[in-house]
């Protein structure tokens, strides 16, 4: 196979999020912790914990422009967010922290952006958004444990960017292609 060729065939597991600035992520790596007691299970590395926005998954790394074109010029303003209380879901042993009330301007961003790959013919999960960031996987979801009351989270989001997701050595590595502010 030619170089080009090989180029070419290369695949992409691409998502889009809010990543946490450093403060942001050192409380919720502290709220990690405090689950982890709980429930057990394998912490999300702080330095990948985020929140998805659409999840693009496996694509041609010849659509990465296309992609990357998508995010451009979206009329969003920041907005707050505030992660207020911790949950387990069973069918998928996925232990992570929730909003009670989902900024109309989140929303509104991941509407603008399935617009978007739509428009492009990109394909992307559309399975219902719920806005969530994952702190355990593998954890013991069983309702006899309560969730444990965490002081409330204040995220502002101002920017969003692209991650492309691969694994080295059986762990998450998430490279940041773009990055683009809000409002
Ligand atoms: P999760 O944390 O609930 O698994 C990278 O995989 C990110 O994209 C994760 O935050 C993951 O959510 C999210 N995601 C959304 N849909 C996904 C899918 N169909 N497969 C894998 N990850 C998905």
């Known amino acids: 196979?030619?170089?080009?060729?090989?180029?070419?065939?290369?695949?992409?597991?691409?998502?889009?999020?809010?990543?946490?600035?450093?403060?942001?992520?050192?409380?919720?790596?502290?709220?990690?912790?405090?689950?982890?007691?709980?429930?057990?299970?394998?912490?999300?590395?702080?330095?990948?914990?985020?929140?998805?926005?659409?999840?693009?998954?496996?694509?041609?790394?010849?659509?990465?422009?296309?992609?990357?074109?998508?995010?451009?010029?979206?009329?969003?303003?920041k907005f707050d967010l505030l992660f207020d209380h911790a949950d387990c879901w069973r069918h998928n042993r996925v232990a992570h922290l929730g909003v009670s009330r989902t900024p109309p301007a989140l929303s509104e961003l991941v509407r603008q952006l399935e617009a978007r790959l739509d428009a492009a013919a990109i394909p992307f999960d559309r399975r219902p958004y719920v806005p969530h960031i994952t702190l355990l996987r593998k954890a013991d979801c069983s309702a006899e444990k309560t969730n444990p009351a965490l002081a409330p989270i204040r995220w502002l989001a101002r920017d969003l960017v692209l991650v492309n997701s691969s694994l080295r050595s059986g762990e998450a590595l998430y490279k940041q292609l773009g990055r683009w502010p809000l409002l």
């Open 1 to 77: 196979m030619s170089d080009q060729q090989n180029v070419s065939a290369q695949r992409l597991r691409l998502f889009f999020a809010l990543w946490p600035d450093s403060p942001v992520r050192a409380e919720l790596d502290a709220a990690a912790e405090k689950l982890h007691t709980l429930r057990g299970g394998r912490r999300t590395r702080a330095d990948t914990i985020h929140l998805t926005l659409v999840f693009i998954g496996e694509i041609a790394s010849e659509r990465l422009g296309d992609v990357l074109a998508a995010a451009e010029g979206l009329a969003v303003p």
